[in-house]
């Protein structure tokens, strides 16, 4: 007898914003349960697309830069392979996936604030993973600055900024707002928590965010 499908949860939102700590937290709520589970990240999560986040998020060169369409492609590629060789076979195998980060960002990101054809992204978007649905989108929203404030006390940043960090305010603000029209386009699938509160606070909203799927 195959498993029934597992669910597929992804977390959302600006630089800071507590998605990796608030996706480790559901992780050990879902341990706690005894239900099966992976927790993983866009970009990345296999070794390919490893590799991939280290260069999109820190290429470097006086010759050329980064375009805006070789980073959709970037983020596609370690996109289609984190599906199928991670997030597919857990799903089939009855696992829950919590995804920190995937497909919205790249709506958000490379949609919104970069400005290139939503069309075409999401034609893109649809090549990489048509075939994983979201079950639950947990939109963590907070301002950038304060986003900024909090990445900055970490220790892993210590002044090395990627080039997303380096974007700016108006990119970053931009990048909120499209999350926030993303979710208002999708109600169903989108929770929208206040990520201003305090860690136990947002992980209380978090619960209730996926209360139904269990
Ligand atoms: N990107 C990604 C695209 O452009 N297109 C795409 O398609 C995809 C998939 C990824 C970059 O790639 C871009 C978006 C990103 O710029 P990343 O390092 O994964 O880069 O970026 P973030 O997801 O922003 O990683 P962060 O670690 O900065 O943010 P998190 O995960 O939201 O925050 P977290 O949990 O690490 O917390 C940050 C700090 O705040 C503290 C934590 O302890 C930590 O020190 N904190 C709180 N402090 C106070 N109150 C709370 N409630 C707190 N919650 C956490």
Same mark, same amino acid.
């Given at each position: ?51 991939? /986040? ?94 900024? /404030?909090?990445?900055?006390? /970490? ?60």
């Amino acid at each position: 007898m195959t498993a029934p499908r597992g669910k597929f949860i992804t977390l959302e939102g600006p630089e800071g914003a507590g998605k990796s700590t608030q996706a480790k937290l559901l992780a050990e709520v879902l341990a706690a349960r005894g239900i099966g589970y992976i927790l993983t990240r866009e970009p990345g999560g296999t070794p390919l697309a490893e590799e991939l /986040r280290r260069l999109v998020k820190h290429f470097k060169s006086d010759r050329e830069e980064i375009t805006p369409e070789s980073e959709l492609f970037l983020m596609n590629a370690a996109r289609s392979q984190h599906v199928q060789y991670k997030i597919l076979p857990a799903l089939n195998a009855g696992k829950w996936v919590i995804c920190d980060r995937f497909s919205d960002s790249t709506l958000a990101y490379q949609g919104f604030a970069r400005g290139m054809d939503m069309a075409g992204i999401k034609s893109v978007i649809r090549m990489a993973a048509g075939c994983c649905p979201i079950d639950r989108t947990l939109l963590f929203d907070l301002p950038p600055e304060a986003g900024f /404030r909090r990445a900055e006390r /970490r220790e892993s940043t210590a002044g090395n900024y990627d080039r997303f960090e380096l974007a700016g305010g108006e990119f970053h603000r931009k990048v909120r707002q499209g999350f926030l029209a993303l979710a208002e386009e999708e109600p169903a699938r989108f929770r929208v928590i206040r990520a201003d509160q305090a860690i136990h606070e947002v992980h209380a909203d978090v619960l209730e965010a996926v209360n139904d799927l269990f």
